[in-house]
């Protein structure tokens, strides 16, 4: 049986015995029952793009310095959608890793991909919801009347930042907070907590992880992912010198079996279930997407790939945090009028296997809709970038395939969780 069909399975199985009540309400949909209106203030999205993603320290963006590839990223938006740098009136970048915020290096990456000094810049860490907290911030900006065009982008070069990084000196006082004291917990061990909690076994994780693989090598090889993806042009060091290389597609994606997962070993906790092959790869990447009210992009004559409907943020104990997701979409389901059935594409984060099951199994979410070209497991996870490149990942799967109603979430280190609806047009 293939590892997603068992999946559905195993869900089905679980949802029909044990499902609250609730759930089952959220799982009925009436998706003809909503209509949105189109008007000018909407927020909507005229362009999303990202680079390949890379592994890090091994991959093709090991000796690019992050900014580049923001350069990239933030050039890239320009040029295809034909708007001028100079109508850009803000840009909020997420990362997590960079020193200092990463603010002065992104102000200088914003001139070198050829804005004017008009166009202002700031720098945002919700962890690995910067990319998507960043859009949001865009979003609010243009709703509430303050921008009218802005971008929203995310990044990081996990090949040059480590962890650390992110976090500084800390205070030892708060280490007699238990919840305090749980936000340090490593991410690998709150999977291992997640996995326990609620009875996810290595063999489920690893039926997951194999599908998500599957997913994204089909996809690669069917070129699904050239809408979205910015070639790059860097270089390597090797043993013969510099090298100069184009990048021009996510290199941590491979084809694997639940055999082969099954063999690998544990890395955060003896007898667990947690492995290097069942949760995301380590990654460098950037994203970014240009957002405008739908007056502007009607006046500009620019297509239109979807518009913002919602976001919600959600907290959770640190010590299970990537449950997050399982709080986070309702609550943007709610402030939307929709329900799990009306959503035709999920994009979930897959920090690890454990806590993306365990949230797809929450919700009742039918597996079909889930990651429909691969997760962070296949394609790689750069903590700031992610909540941008699934945006555009999402937002051109819609297009593509002629869907309605798309959620983007993920959760997050310290225990929260985010979530955000689009509608494509």
């Given at each position: 049986?293939?590892?997603?069909r068992?999946?559905?399975?195993i869900?089905?199985?679980?949802n029909?015995?044990?499902?609250?009540?609730?759930?089952?309400?959220?799982?009925s949909a009436?998706?003809?029952?909503?209509?949105?209106?189109?008007?000018?203030d909407?927020?909507?999205?005229?362009c999303?793009l990202?680079?390949?993603?890379?592994?890090?320290k091994?991959?093709?963006f090991?000796?690019?310095?992050?900014?580049d590839?923001?350069t990239?990223a933030?050039?890239?938006?320009?040029?295809?959608?034909g708007?001028?740098a100079?109508?850009?009136?803000?840009v909020q970048?997420?990362?997590?890793l960079?020193?200092?915020g990463g603010?002065?290096?992104a102000?200088m990456?914003l001139f070198?991909?050829?804005?004017?000094d008009?166009?202002?810049?700031?720098?945002?860490?919700?962890?690995?919801?910067?990319?998507?907290?960043a859009?949001?911030?865009?979003?609010?900006?243009?709703?509430?009347?303050?921008?009218t065009?802005g971008?929203a982008a995310?990044?990081?070069?996990?090949?040059?930042h480590?962890?650390?990084?992110g976090?500084?000196k800390?205070?030892?006082?708060?280490?007699?907070?238990?919840e305090?004291?749980?936000?340090?917990?490593p991410m690998?061990?709150?999977?291992e907590?997640?996995?326990?909690?609620f009875?996810?076994?290595?063999?489920?994780?690893?039926?997951?992880?194999?599908?998500?693989?599957?997913?994204?090598?089909?996809a690669?090889?069917?070129?699904?992912f050239?809408?979205?993806?910015i070639p790059?042009?860097?270089?390597v060091?090797?043993?013969?010198g510099e090298?100069?290389?184009t990048v021009e597609?996510?290199?941590?994606?491979?084809?694997?079996?639940?055999?082969?997962l099954?063999?690998l070993?544990?890395i955060?906790?003896?007898?667990?279930?947690?492995?290097?092959?069942?949760?995301?790869q380590?990654?460098?990447?950037?994203?970014?997407?240009?957002?405008?009210?739908?007056?502007?992009a009607?006046?500009?004559?620019l297509?239109?790939l979807?518009?913002?409907?919602?976001?919600a943020v959600?907290?959770?104990?640190?010590?299970i945090?990537?449950?997050?997701?399982a709080?986070?979409?309702?609550?943007a389901?709610?402030?939307?009028?929709?329900?799990?059935?009306?959503?035709?594409v999920?994009?979930?984060?897959?920090?690890?296997?454990s806590q993306?099951?365990?949230?797809?199994?929450?919700?009742?979410?039918?597996?079909?809709k889930?990651?429909?070209l691969?997760?962070?497991?296949?394609?790689g996870?750069?903590?700031?970038?992610?909540?941008?490149?699934?945006i555009?990942?999402l937002?051109h799967q819609?297009?593509?395939?002629?869907?309605?109603?798309?959620?983007?979430s993920?959760c997050?280190?310290?225990?929260?969780?985010?979530?955000?609806?689009?509608?494509a047009?």
């Open positions: 049986m293939q590892p997603n068992r999946l559905e399975v869900l089905n199985h679980i029909q015995n044990s499902q609250p009540q609730a759930m089952q309400q959220l799982v009436h998706v003809s029952s909503v209509v949105y209106k189109k008007c000018p909407d927020v909507v999205i005229v999303a990202r680079t390949p993603i890379c592994k890090a091994r991959g093709g090991r000796d690019t310095h992050w900014t590839l923001l990239v933030l050039k890239g938006v320009v040029e295809k959608s708007v001028p100079k109508a850009i009136e803000d970048v997420g990362t997590v960079a020193a200092g603010a002065t290096e102000r990456a070198a991909a050829g804005y004017p008009s166009t202002c810049l700031a720098t945002t860490n919700r962890q690995c919801s910067s990319g998507l907290q859009f949001v911030n865009i979003a609010g900006a243009i709703k509430s009347g303050q921008i065009v971008v995310g990044v990081e070069s996990m090949s040059q480590g962890f650390q990084n976090v500084g800390l205070n030892d006082k708060l280490m007699k907070h238990q305090a004291a749980d936000c340090l917990i690998g061990v709150t999977s907590n997640v996995a326990e909690a009875n996810i076994s290595r063999q489920i994780q690893d039926e997951f992880a194999a599908s998500s693989q599957t997913k994204a090598v089909k690669q090889q069917s070129g699904l050239k809408d979205e993806i790059v042009h860097t270089s060091n090797t043993s013969e090298k100069q290389i597609e996510d290199d941590g994606v491979r084809s694997t079996t639940i055999a082969d099954s063999k070993k544990t955060f906790k003896k007898d667990g279930s947690t492995t290097a092959g069942n949760s995301s380590v990654s460098d990447g950037a994203a970014a997407v240009l957002v405008m009210t739908r007056a502007e009607v006046k500009r004559g297509p239109i979807g518009k913002f409907v919602s976001s959600a907290g959770v104990p640190p010590n945090m990537g449950v997050g997701p709080y986070a979409i309702p609550s389901l709610e402030k939307a009028g929709l329900t799990v059935g009306d959503i035709d999920f994009e979930i984060n897959e920090a690890f296997a993306a099951y365990y949230s797809i199994n929450k919700l009742g979410i039918p597996l079909s889930v990651n429909p691969g997760g962070a497991i296949a394609l996870h750069p903590l700031g970038c992610t909540g941008a490149r699934m555009a990942t937002l819609l297009k593509r395939t002629n869907k309605r109603f798309g959620v983007v993920m997050i280190g310290t225990g929260m969780g985010m979530a955000a609806v689009f509608e047009e």
